[in-house]
């Protein structure tokens, strides 16, 4: 098993998308394609329209009695426990009872013969109730008081006050960094389909059938085996999907057993980004001791979030900010807080890299600050404070760097991509340019790999071959456009010795693989792969026992591929040496299971090794701006990143890239804006602006180390992809800062908040010109 883990071979290398021709020519089936049973029934929720209130009554005489409608869902029809809260805390109700806690809040649910019957149908609800004073964001909540959704976390090494007292040089400031909306192409949707006595079938896009198939059961009111849930594939998800489908399943669920018809609830784009959360903003507070070279001495860093008006995932995110606001430099003198605030918006949730982003940001803000105090090159500043050798490598948690990659990969990039005689050759260009002025930033990444819950750090998988030598493979990991079943399949395939086309891959459900954990936090091949290759193990070994019987070998006799079992001398085809296998009685089906090894975490005391190990990564990107409009363009950008032995390059050059622009967008186009009344107007394409193609950089250079290799036994030796590079996007952000601050000749730091719209550039533009 060692060398299936270990070694280079067939399943690392680079294989198309086991879906794209489908995606591509719309042939892919995704939940909305399933054929509807005759007497479906459609759902859409009525919601709230006051940010804060005090709820009396739902008068749903108008709603009940409009054409179409069937019935109603509300509080009353729970029949089991009304909270659908991921992490157990009993506050978020399916449907409120007393209060009103955000814009948009779903209060009751329409039952419909069609769809837009029922959303029609919703909008005639009377709602009394009493108005309350609401808070929006994170300034607004701590004026008020208002509590923290979940405990904060401190994480503390060295004497921060020690550090101040002799670091030659101190500053302190303040960033503002923007949420996002996950904008998948496909929006949540969930179809049930009623069965006997408590059963019931979920079709759905979630990223964690398990904690569906949990939150089924709960609100029912019935035992998770009569719940069954089921994922073909997601048109996206980057954790927009790992706990916000909790409501629908519910929903869908509920009517689907109370009529006893199926049911399907498929929100509009508007009601999507309304009614479910998104990435958490945060105001980060920061002070910073360094020397004359720019070394730091001590970092305090307070961490505010706004959370929204449920616990959701906000404490494992706000943490994990922690665990990221390091980046990849070390701080002798440390103390990172977090304050996950309670507000009257939607309560925020997962997104790509769950908090880690803007950990990351106001890291590199410290440096930039530093860079420009010293009056160096950023770049400079960055390496002077890498994680080194002992002394200089253990995290503000205690976690050792032992797989240290990221001076080697930012020396390469910046050699490949000229770096420092581009960066002289823009400062050249802004001397003599009075409109348009250019910006370069070279920024590094390291990202720890694994769930934070550490007993989500597991995985199941489970693989049938049949007396043909056909192969299905299900795992408990979803597909949602990354790749991942591609990955495993191709893992089960080289074990096996086979072509990829043997493998049917074969929906993720709860009946086959249970207790799953989301795929998320970047583990999605780590653990699922390794989960495949333990059943495939199982398999082989009862094979090899078979051989040995039957031809009179050794074990080391018998060798698997390609597409046949080499037996000593003979070579028998993989399809008539499992047919004999068969008609012996071997059993030719396993349960594989994973759990990540090494992994600990103490949150009272804030030290552990949450991580099982670190992916890392580094992206140059030159940018121009138009000091009159403050428009931009992205001129370039040069990306290497570090996926250790990658499972299939073409796939994971594409996460790299798909990620970069995501991250690119979350810091320059993509706001997201309440008004005074607490409603998100910012809720549709139409004014929520995501990066377009036209938006990507004009050259586009991307290429994966190919010389790493992870040093822990992960599968084929590989690293996660899905979230370290979509902090590569940060480098776009502190090159607009760069030419930003070239007006006042790079003597100010231009403390751009988060997202860099136009508009915030032209603003810093006219701040600096007018001395400030």
Request: proline letters at 5%.
């Amino acid at each position: 098993m060692k060398d299936d883990i270990s070694t280079h071979s067939t399943a690392q290398s680079s294989r198309i998308h086991d879906s794209a021709s489908k995606h591509v020519t719309g042939t892919a089936d995704y939940t909305d394609d399933i054929p509807q049973p005759q007497g479906t029934l459609h759902a859409y929720l009525g919601v709230s329209n006051v940010a804060h209130a005090t709820l009396h009554a739902l008068d749903l005489t108008a709603v009940r009695a409009a054409a179409g409608v069937v019935g109603v869902l509300t509080a009353d029809d729970v029949h089991g426990v009304n909270d659908i809260s991921p992490t157990g805390q009993n506050d978020e109700p399916v449907f409120p009872t007393d209060k009103i806690e955000f814009h948009g809040q779903p209060l009751f649910a329409v039952i419909a013969e069609t769809r837009d019957a029922a959303r029609r149908a919703a909008e005639l609800a009377q709602v009394d109730c009493t108005v309350l004073p609401h808070a929006l964001d994170v300034g607004a909540a701590q004026d008020a008081g208002y509590p923290h959704v979940t405990a904060p976390l401190k994480l503390e090494r060295g004497t921060v006050q020690d550090g101040f007292a002799t670091a030659p040089n101190r500053l302190q400031g303040r960033i503002t960094i923007g949420g996002q909306d996950h904008m998948y192409l496909e929006g949540h949707i969930a179809f049930a389909i009623p069965g006997e006595d408590d059963d019931v079938v979920v079709h759905c896009s979630t990223q964690h059938p398990s904690e569906a198939q949990h939150m089924v059961a709960h609100v029912l009111g019935v035992p998770s085996n009569a719940v069954t849930v089921n994922v073909r594939r997601m048109g996206g998800g980057f954790g927009g999907k790992e706990s916000q489908m909790n409501l629908f399943c519910v929903v869908a669920a509920m009517a689907a057993k109370k009529w006893n018809r199926a049911v399907k609830i498929r929100p509009d784009r508007d009601q999507d980004m309304t009614a479910t959360g998104k990435r958490h903003d945060f105001v980060v507070d920061y002070d910073v001791g360094f020397d004359d070279e720019g070394r730091i001495q001590a970092v305090d860093g307070c961490f505010a979030a706004r959370c929204g008006y449920s616990s959701d995932l906000s404490g494992p995110v706000t943490d994990r900010a922690l665990f990221h606001a390091d980046n990849a430099y070390f701080y002798p003198h440390v103390r990172l807080t977090s304050r996950p605030m309670k507000t009257n918006t939607v309560s925020n949730t997962a997104f790509r890299g769950f908090g880690g982003p803007q950990g990351v940001v106001a890291a590199e803000r410290m440096i930039e600050e530093i860079a420009y105090a010293t009056g160096r090159d950023p770049l400079d500043v960055r390496k002077v404070n890498f994680y080194g050798d002992a002394g200089r490598d253990l995290t503000p948690y205690h976690q050792q760097v032992e797989d240290n990659v990221i001076g080697r990969l930012v020396d390469e990039l910046e050699e490949n991509a000229a770096y420092r005689s581009r960066r002289q050759d823009i400062i050249t260009f802004n001397a003599g340019s009075k409109i348009l002025k250019k910006g370069i930033a070279l920024t590094p990444v390291k990202f720890g790999i694994s769930f934070t819950a550490t007993h989500y750090n597991q995985a199941g998988a489970l693989v049938h071959v049949y007396s043909d030598g056909s192969i299905a493979l299900n795992h408990g990991g979803t597909e949602m456009g990354q790749g991942l079943n591609t990955k495993v399949a191709q893992i089960v395939a080289d074990a096996f010795g086979v072509d990829f086309e043997r493998i049917k891959i074969t929906k993720t459900t709860t009946e086959k693989v249970p207790n799953t954990s989301a795929t998320a936090a970047s583990s999605g091949s780590d653990l699922n792969g390794m989960a495949a290759l333990n059943a495939v193990e199982q398999i082989k070994t009862r094979l090899v026992g078979f051989a040995v019987e039957k031809w009179g070998v050794t074990p080391e006799d018998v060798r698997f591929g390609p597409d046949l079992v080499q037996i000593g001398d003979q070579s028998v085809p993989f399809d008539s040496f499992i047919k004999q296998a068969y008609m012996a009685r071997v059993q030719l089906s396993a349960a594989g299971f994973y759990k990540t090894p090494k992994i600990h975490w103490d949150r009272a005391s804030g030290k552990g090794r949450p991580f099982y190990y670190y992916a890392y990564g580094a992206s140059c990107s030159e940018v121009t701006i138009d000091t009159l409009t403050g428009e931009y363009r992205v001129d370039r950008t040069d990306i290497l990143h570090d996926v250790g032995r990658s499972l299939n390059p073409v796939l994971d050059k594409g996460q790299v890239e798909g990620a970069f622009i995501q991250g690119m967008g979350w810091l320059t186009t993509e706001e997201l804006w309440w008004d005074d009344a607490g409603r998100l107007r910012t809720h549709a394409p139409s004014t929520y602006k995501i990066p377009l193609a036209s938006d990507r950089p004009r050259t586009f250079n991307v290429n994966l180390a190919d010389w790493s290799e992870n040093r822990e036994l992960t599968i084929k030796r590989s690293k996660a992809v899905g979230e370290p590079p979509f902090m590569l996007g940060i480098s776009v952000f502190e090159a607009l800062s760069m030419a930003v601050a070239s007006v006042a000749d790079y003597k100010i730091c231009p403390r751009l908040d988060a997202p860099a719209t136009p508009e915030r550039v032209l603003m810093a533009v006219a701040r600096l010109q007018a001395g400030g």
